[in-house]
């Protein structure tokens, strides 16, 4: 199998979204892929302060050349993969660049700040007006939406993993996933390639 | 996703850094290997407990750090290859063994220690870096500076240290041991091991008996001959090397992690022609010869490294030995202040260095872009609040702590100890704790201050401790306190597991690392039998919490006991369905009036708890609560209804 | 004197942590910070609140004295020695079951007693002597019940706490059996009626005692325990002037201290008390100087009127005229003091114009400073 070249090398992408949503098992199942198609791949975590609700974010670096550090320098991000808008626009403030890509899911995750109210939620429109103008392309992806359609909410990591194959934006096709998939959800195979598949579709649409 | 005993020789696997380094210690044959949970060191031994009956090795939860060393050590004096890891406070722990360890030197099987630093302190009490106690005890440290070094300088370490004979360390920090990257695998060893003591003596120890550290200062000079012997190994070690020009305006000495982020930094920076570096894996002893060699290669030298100046100091500390008229470059690094002194790095911070060395400017993104962006999304969202999780003991408990001090009235304090109750020195626990150290002190620094009552000292004492924590360092200061008659009340916070690290077993647990069903060394039994009162509550009673602990403080001479019994949430969550459902009645709800004042979102803190702002009541989030039911007892309305499920 | 109504952290740098505390239990049990335990009021929290009910109830904030005389009796407050009166007379119990357990003339539980089978209340909040001699306060629904409160306790009692832990919404009719400071507090409660609280209106009838000085809890009862075998006790007392002594009957006999031994333990707000009588209840009782057995009752309200007109034709009560040296007597005992108070409060706020939480009109007050 040959490796095909980068059409940046490293290609970094983020993945991000608040801790529950299990962003941290896309970063798995993409980083997998990619060192099965002979890349070298570093992913770094970052955990917010909170076991549940507190952001995560994932940095994933990938190279034909070289091992890079598990962090991405400022204003250096390639992709973004965002579980989360407001989590998205965070990381588009920290890494982001005109050339950026994002992919994401708009469906708002309300957090709470120290008095434990719920903090203010920004305008949901005006969010993702600000993140397309920010980016040099975005793929808005229901797929919260779509894993409740499914019968169960944490099937959106999978469209998302769909969603991100599917643009093209990785040097991954639906082949070289498959695999990992059947290897990562060894008891419900049929439901997540279901998932996988739908994302492939939504992002193409 | 691999497990990391897949037997796939030349394939590449996606692991975390912990994971490359159990991984070498497999592919080097070890036998054993002991530990106790350290955040970031505990993926070492937990995927070797995972897979170690399968492999045929030993491998366990020790009961703290010293125990699991010496443990280590026995095997290597039997003739098994043997591994101990810890985090950096878990090398404080055995310095001691550790500084006699080099004196006896180490058996026919090569012993490693892991020592997994923790820059910034991210989960950690302190920040403190394992590297200059290599120097400071005589022991040969290595570093890696990529996952497949992990793996490689792991597997390659056991060889070291038997060539030499003693034990040899290999130091790694958070940002390798939980990152994760390309891992190419090498081959699984299939031979049987056999223990024995050999009882006739080695002839590399050149005096005749066997582990002792007697004539010391003789073997001190032995230890550093072991020393000299690995300096000329590493000057030809594949793990140092070279990147750049042959003449650079600014050279990079590194290690580690701070390898990957120089690379990024230099490539950002587009500064390669300019920037060469210089890579050491093997960082004690110096490789001195190599590193001459290269200083050579500029007059400027930027060190980049996690926490400590070590190779800075060592490096200059070397330069001022060079012969008279040797060049003498210009350091950069920690001690100029163009690196920090504390707080962990990552690819920006040595990015700004450089630029500030070579004056170069650096312009990561369009500045329109960058103020448009930063703009927007700073402030969308504010910092949510660290605290316990939904459905917590300790919530409750430190909820009785705070309502019975306040009550007993006599400025009561709390001193405390090391796991996730450390949070209740924030207001996650009501601000309760007073102090915080190194595992074991609480109940040591409650031990001192029971005994100032000569000096008018009538503040209660309360030590809390966890379960793990309790078998690791409390049980000496207890006795302590018995034996020397000191007035303090224990208080032991058994939810049944090692939480902060990852919910290991311990003594209390009935459960071996390797998931066998052992003895339970209860701890009231162990207190009883050290003829101290001990009583044990349910936390979720709080009236009964709080009247016990009222009842143990007003009782004030010597040590008493009180444990709060109750399973970790998380733990329990993962068996269990929710006891209660629960909800809030918005008619009984009076929110921030007069009354109540938002008691249960503004003081209590549970997660599964939120304030709405528009209806000013509270409300339960459905998909964080636990049902424990607890917040339906602190309710002075009323309004927060449990039903049971 | 600064009169807006503040907030708990004020309360206790005000009050509570002055020596100005009664005790009363106005602030304690109507939110999770205030409670009482052991003789002290503990705040267990952090209120945030800018303005509280703890800090408008507390009989020693400010308090305008002509505004809340005007809410129960519909006068400016009265420059009689006793307060605003309708009678004054003495009276005491015809059932020998109730004489046998009272302090005196067994008055307040007659009343009570009465009260509960008309149907006028159906509970009332009073103390009774808990096992180590502790006064403890209970709802009695009862006059089984209210026969257990009989008899004296010289301890303070924070018995309106018992009133801020009934149910909100529960619709009790009431009757309170408080000192002067508590029954203060509840008519600051009629003016202003508590939110997130039950119903001031449940309170139907207050019953005031005579005081002249309550005992510290904590202190006292740590010298009760070290000098007397308390199981053994029945009863406590204070004989009035001459004796000057406190009596402790047990079964073995009676044993005595000096009153100035006792004096030690008595709570320093006391001498800035102006209210020997009670004088914000419907009945206010207390002993009769020189004639044992018998109550001294005075009647401020319509409802206290009725129910001792009740009392009286029931059989329930026999009663007399108060003899009017007894009365002569007591005026000079309740306006004796009022002085005090008002002299200590003086010296307290070192002005002769601020006198702390007692708002009096500059006419009476000058009166009483003279």
């Known amino acids: 199998m040959t490796t095909k070249q980068l059409v940046k090398d490293p290609l970094n992408l983020i993945i991000t979204g608040v801790g529950g949503q299990g962003n941290v098992m896309i970063s798995l199942v993409i980083g997998n892929a990619l060192v099965r198609g002979g890349y070298l791949v570093t992913i770094g975590e970052t955990y917010g302060a909170s076991q549940r609700g507190g952001p995560v974010m994932s940095h994933v670096r990938i190279s034909k050349e070289t091992q890079y550090s598990p962090f991405i320098p400022d ?8 579980m989360e808008p407001v989590e998205t626009l965070r990381m588009i403030g920290q890494f982001g660049n005109p050339d950026i890509v994002t992919i994401i899911n708009p469906r708002p995750i309300y957090s709470i700040d120290a008095t434990g109210s719920q903090a203010e939620y920004p305008d949901l429109d005006k969010l993702m007006e600000t993140i397309k103008e920010l980016s040099a392309k975005t793929w808005i992806v229901s797929a919260t939406e779509e894993a409740q359609k499914m019968g169960n909410p944490i099937f959106a990591n999978v469209v998302l993993i769909g969603a991100i194959v599917g643009s093209g934006v990785l040097p991954l096709d639906e082949k070289s996933l498959e695999p990992v998939l059947r290897e990562t959800f060894p008891k419900e195979v049929e439901a997540n390639m279901a998932a996988f598949h739908k994302g492939v579709e939504l992002v193409r649409q | 996703m691999a497990s990391i005993d897949i037997d796939a020789p030349g394939t590449s696997q996606l692991f975390i850094g912990n994971e490359a380094i159990a991984r070498g210690a497999l592919e080097a044959g070890i036998g054993f290997a002991a530990a106790y949970p350290g955040t970031p060191s505990s993926e070492i031994m937990g995927s070797l407990a995972s897979i170690a009956k399968k492999m045929g090795i030993y491998a366990e939860w020790s009961i703290n750090e010293k125990v699991a060393m010496e443990a280590a050590a026995g095997a290597s004096f039997a003739g098994i290859r043997a591994l101990a890891s810890m985090k950096q406070n878990g090398v404080n722990v055995i310095s001691d063994f550790l500084a006699n360890l080099v004196m006896t030197g180490i058996g026919k099987a090569g012993l490693v220690l892991v020592s997994c630093d923790d820059p910034s302190a991210i989960s950690s009490s302190n920040e403190q870096d394992t590297r200059p106690l290599a120097k400071w005890l005589d022991i040969p440290l290595v570093e890696p500076g990529s996952f497949q070094e992990a793996k490689d300088m792991t597997k390659w370490l056991f060889d070291l240290a038997e060539e030499i004979g003693t034990i040899c360390i290999l130091r790694s920090v958070t940002r390798i041991a939980h990152a994760r990257g390309n891992v190419k695998l090498g081959k699984l060893p299939k031979k049987e091991q056999k223990a024995y003591f050999d009882q006739i003596h080695d002839l590399r120890n050149l005096m005749p008996t066997k582990f002792m550290t007697v004539p010391s200062a003789l073997r001190h000079a032995f230890a550093h001959l072991k020393l000299d012997k690995a300096r000329e190994t590493f000057e030809s070690s594949p793990f140092n090397y070279y990147l750049g020009p042959d003449k650079a305006e600014l050279l990079i000495i590194t290690c580690g992690s701070c390898w990957l982020y120089s690379q990024d930094a230099v490539k950002a920076l587009k500064v390669e022609d300019k920037v060469g570096i210089l890579k050491l894996g093997t960082l004690w002893p110096l490789p001195e010869k190599l590193i001459e060699e290269h200083l050579n290669k500029s007059r400027n030298i930027l060190f980049v490294e996690e926490i400590d100046p070590f190779l800075e100091r060592s490096v200059m500390e070397m330069v001022a030995n060079l012969p008279e008229g040797s060049r003498r470059p210009t350091f950069y690094g920690k001690r100029s202040g163009h690196m920090n002194a504390y707080g962990e790095l990552n690819p920006d911070l040595v990015i700004k260095a450089i630029a500030s060395i070579l004056s170069v400017g650096y312009q990561p993104r369009d500045i329109e872009y960058a103020k448009k962006a930063e703009e927007t999304a700073k402030s969308y969202v504010p910092e949510r609040m660290m605290t316990f999780c939904a459905g917590c003991p300790h919530r409750a408990t430190f909820w009785a702590v705070k309502n019975a001090l306040k009550l007993d009235g006599r400025d009561g304090l709390v001193t405390g100890d090391i796991g996730c109750y450390a949070m209740a020195l924030g207001p996650a626990g009501f601000f309760q704790v007073r102090t915080m150290h190194c595992m074991g002190a609480g109940t040591g620094v409650a031990s001192g201050l029971g005994k100032l009552g000569q000096f008018g000292f009538d503040q209660p004492v309360l030590a809390v401790v966890g379960d793990s924590t309790f078998y690791h360092a409390t049980i000496p200061a207890l006795i302590n306190g018995i034996y020397n008659q000191s007035n303090f009340v224990l208080m032991i916070l058994d939810n049944n597991a090692t939480a902060m690290t990852g919910f290991q077993p311990h003594p209390g647990t009935g ?73 809030i009645d918005p008619d009984k709800c009076i929110g921030e009036a007069c009354g109540c004042d938002s008691l249960c979102t503004r003081v209590f803190h549970c997660p599964g708890l939120i304030w709405d702002k528009k209806t000013g009541k509270s409300k339960i989030d459905e998909v964080i609560c636990t049902g424990c039911g607890v917040c339906a007892d602190i309710c002075p309305q009323g309004a927060i209804i449990k039903e049971a499920a | 004197m600064d009169t807006k109504t503040k907030d708990c952290k004020e309360l206790l740098t005000e009050v509570i942590d002055t020596g100005l505390c009664t ?15 052991k003789g002290r009021i503990v705040l267990l929290d952090n209120c945030t609140l800018s303005e509280g009910q703890c800090y408008e109830y507390c009989p ?27 009678e004054v007379l003495i009276a005491r119990s015809t059932d020998a079951q109730i004489t046998e357990r009272a302090q005196y003339g067994g008055a307040v539980t007659t009343l009570l007693s009465l009260a509960l089978a008309e149907g006028f209340i159906d509970s009332a909040i009073m103390t009774r002597t808990s096992d180590d001699k502790t006064p403890i306060a209970f709802l009695a629904q009862n006059a089984a019940e209210v026969l257990q409160g009989a008899g004296s306790n010289y301890m ?24 002067p400071c508590q029954a203060l507090a509840l008519t600051k409660m009629k003016k202003e009626p508590p939110q997130n609280r039950p119903s001031i209106d449940n309170v139907k009838l207050v019953i005031g005692l005579f005081c002249t000085w309550a005992l510290s809890p904590d202190g006292f009862h740590q010298f009760l325990r070290e000098n007397l075998d308390l199981p053994q006790v029945k009863k406590f007392d204070i004989p009035p002037p001459p004796a000057n002594r406190f009596d402790a009957y047990t079964s073995s006999g009676t044993i005595s201290f000096p009153l100035e031994q006792i004096r030690k333990f008595t709570m320093p707000t006391c001498a800035y008390c102006l209210d020997m009588t009670s004088e914000f209840s419907d009945i206010s009782v207390g002993s009769v100087e020189g004639i044992e057995g018998w109550n001294t009752v005075i009647i401020r309200t319509d409802v206290g009127a009725k129910l001792m007109e009740m009392a009286k034709a029931k059989g329930k009560l026999e009663t007399d005229n108060l003899p009017p040296q007894n009365l002569a007597h007591l005026k000079e005992a309740a306006l004796l003091k009022k002085k005090r108070a008002l002299k200590e409060i003086v010296k307290r706020s070192g002005d002769k114009n601020n006198l702390l939480y007692v708002g009096l009109s500059p006419n009476l007050a000058d009166k009483l400073l003279a």
């Open chain 3, 60 to 86: 020693r904030t400010y308090t305008d004295m002509d505004a809340i005389s005007q809410q129960v009796f519909g006068v400016p407050y009265s420059e009689d020695e006793l307060g605003t009166t309708k």
């Open chain 3, 156 to 179: 303070a009692c924070p018995v309106l706490q018992s009133y801020n832990h009934l149910p909100k919404d529960s619709n009790h009719s009431l009757a309170i059996v408080a000192m």
């Open chain 3, 23 to 37: 005790l009363c239990g106005a602030c304690a049990g109507g939110c999770p910070y205030l409670v009482s335990y």
């Open chain 1, 75 to 82: 204003g250096h991000a390639d992709i973004i993969l965002g």
């Open chain 2, 511 to 583: 459960m071996t690392a390797m998931g066998e069903p052992t003895k339970v060394v209860s701890m009231e039994a162990l207190c009883r039998s050290l003829g101290v009162h001990v009583e044990i509550c349910d936390p979720f009673d709080l009236e009964n919490s709080t009247e016990t602990l009222l009842k143990m403080i007003a009782d004030g001479s010597g040590p008493r006991v009180v444990i709060m019994r109750r399973e970790c949430e998380l733990v329990r969550g993962r068996k269990e369905k929710p006891p209660y459902k629960v909800h």
